[in-house]
């Protein structure tokens, strides 16, 4: 069903490589174009451009933006209580793991009286994008809110595209089972916005009057934010490129990607489901199966060829491991295998080898590394307690996934005294010189008499 592609024999040079692992098309740029009159609109209308670019994308006009607390509770209050018992569970170990991650301020003592301390601030205020298109993602809710949250970030915010599906109380709003784990995680600021406008939106806000239906008015707000996180299609990320800078972005997240290495002792019935797993999130979705083992090449296609007809997004799924993103790679032997997976730089890779946790020891570039037969992707997609949104398109080479970190600015904060400054000021003073900045140099000596202390 994949393409393959035999490198036995090949040099493994990074161009090579590249050449013959393409990523799918995904044009930020144009699509950059395109969204800017939506992201002007937002600036300039608010609340009116908002609702009538629902209507244009979504096919709902939302009569409320913002979600409101008796919607949020209603949703939480219908949710079935087996999901529930999921949510909350995936929440537990999702908090777990980012608990670990918060850093400490650390305080150095350069010389006497000098000191530099890298204090950790939290972000003022983020906006949580959940994405709403060929799936519902109440997961992403959890992945976006909880390194937030144990961030500490002052002020969140979730957007959710509107259901024009959604009927009786939840009409014109984000799905239901979005609103709940909103509500699970204690997140009372949700709108019904979604796309690019949602982007607009987070970075300019809005301001609208409101009636309740007891007759009373009150103001709605959405205060910009000073970051976006989460995943989105190539109109959300197209928003985020042209707005970054007025806000902080995540990443441009490009469709989601699985890398798999294997062996022959695994199991090909194992690696197939594996593959499947993430081309039923997109038709340009990556799976690239990396193998020193041909038997394994074909008992994968045979279990694909059975699998996938069977499927209930099987169109899809058939789109995506037969597009170019998607392939079988055979390789001479796992260290090749290796190096062809860090030149890829996998979103999620996944090790299904002889030794798994040493193979994957020498994983330089992924996203997320899942190690043996047991740890498949899906489980990092829910409920492993690591974080699912992580770097496409080879920018896990450079990148790493959503943290607690990605919501934290790490301060330099400098405390010299009178003698520690007089220490290093004609070092300063020498540099200042040698870079031709003589107003540096004066800005030392101005408080030693503006004679340079020897």
């Known amino acids: 069903m994949m393409t393959r592609t035999d490198l036995r024999g090949a040099c493994l040079q990074v161009r090579t490589v590249r050449e013959v ?17 939506i ?14 670019l629902s209507e244009r994308f979504d096919g709902v006009r939302p009569e409320h933006l ?28 999702a908090r777990i793991v980012h608990a670990d991650q918060r850093r400490v301020d650390v305080t150095t003592h350069v010389v006497p009286g000098g000191t530099v301390t890298e204090r950790w601030i939290p972000v003022d205020r983020v906006g949580l994008y959940v994405p709403g298109g060929l799936a519902v993602y109440p997961s992403s809710v959890i992945m976006n809110v909880v390194p937030a949250q144990l961030a500490e970030v002052g002020s969140l915010a979730v957007a959710s595209p509107p259901q024009r599906e959604n009927v009786g109380v939840f009409a014109g709003y984000p799905h239901p089972t979005i609103l709940a784990a909103c509500a699970l995680l204690g997140v009372d600021e949700v709108y019904a916005v979604g796309g690019a406008q949602a982007m607009a939106m987070f970075a300019y806000g809005f301001a609208e009057t409101v009636t309740r239906p007891d007759g009373t008015t009150e103001q709605v707000r959405c205060e910009p934010v000073s970051m976006v996180t989460g995943p989105g299609n190539i109109w959300v990320v197209a928003a985020k490129r042209v707005l970054q800078g007025l806000i902080g972005i ?18 090909p019935e194992h690696v197939a489901a594996d593959l499947i797993s993430q081309a039923e999130h997109d038709p340009l979705a990556a799976s690239v199966l990396v193998t020193d083992s041909p038997a394994l090449a074909d008992a994968v296609d045979a279990a694909l060829a059975r699998r996938v007809p069977a499927a209930k997004h099987a169109e899809r799924i058939h789109t995506a491991l037969t597009g170019a993103q998607s392939r ?24 299904h080898t002889r030794d798994a946790a040493e193979v994957a020891a020498q994983i330089r570039n992924a996203g997320a590394v899942f190690v043996g037969a047991y ?3 899906s489980l990092g997609d829910y409920a492993a307690g690591s974080n699912h949104v992580l770097p496409t398109a080879g920018a896990a080479s450079h990148s790493s996934g959503l943290s607690v970190q990605s919501f934290l600015r790490g301060v330099h904060v400098v405390t010299y005294d009178r003698a520690a400054l007089r220490e290093i000021a004609p070092y ?3 540099l200042a010189q040698a870079e031709d900045l003589p107003g540096h140099g004066q800005a030392i000596t101005a408080r030693f008499g503006d004679e340079v202390p020897s």
């Open 328 to 351: 079988t790679v055979l390789v001479d032997d796992l260290a090749a295998g290796v190096t062809v997976c860090n030149v890829y730089a996998a979103e999620h890779l996944e090790i």
């Open 250 to 267: 995540d990443a441009e997240a490009g469709p989601t990607e699985i890398a798999i290495l294997a062996d022959e002792t695994a199991d």
């Open 375 to 377: 740890s498949p992707v």
């Open 39 to 52: 992201l002007d609109a937002v600036a300039h209308r608010g609340a009116e451009a908002l609702r009538e």
């Open 66 to 93: 913002r979600v409101p607390a008796e919607v949020l509770e209603a949703a939480r209050a219908a949710l079935d209580p087996q999901l529930r018992i999921a949510l909350e569970e995936a929440i537990r170990r």
């Open 428 to 430: 300063v003073v020498a």
């Open 21 to 37: 692992l393409p990523r799918a098309q995904f044009d930020v740029a144009t699509a950059a174009d395109q969204v800017r009159p």
